[in-house]
């Protein structure tokens, strides 16, 4: 497990593809949307590169098999939180302790940031594992938007949770 550079941006890519195909109603971002990009992969490594932004990836062997992101807010008065985005651990390794791994880097990551006092995620609510995996770490669930993402005719549910550091 390691935090992802720029070089890093077309395995991310792949994995990222993979991710908004095996769980669309997880991601604001549709597949088809996605692929339409223009040169996403130059995208990716200017968005790992930014300042306030980390995205880590597990790796088996030489294969992206797991990715997060944390990213702080760029505002004053926000600096002070940050959110975990783009969580993803292809199916096959699911179960195992990489996505909890992950996460556990996350959260070390975000502790050693003095600015940041809280992390906040948003989990689609019939996700029972990752919300599971949430409460272990501390998260604590603080709102629901009904009828967050639609997906053809069907609607899903977000919570927001928190985990404050400080």
Known sequence: ???????????????????????????ATSYE???KRENPIEQVATNMDAEGSYTFGAYENETLIGM????????????????????????????????EALLKEVIKTAISIDEIEKLNLTVVKINERAK????????????????ALKIGNSYYDEEYMVLFLH
Do not use: C
């Open 1 to 27: 497990m390691r935090l992802l550079a720029s070089s890093d941006a077309e395995s991310y890519w792949k994995l990222r593809l993979e991710a908004l195909k095996q769980n669309p109603e997880a991601f």
């Open 33 to 35: 949307e996605a692929i």
């Open 68 to 99: 997060v992101t944390l990213l702080q807010e760029k505002h004053q008065k926000l600096r002070h939180r940050a959110s975990i985005f783009a969580m993803y651990v292809t199916p096959e390794k699911q179960g195992v302790g990489i996505g």
């Open 132 to 147: 599971g995996l949430y409460t272990k770490l501390g998260f604590m669930s603080f709102g629901l938007e009904e009828k």
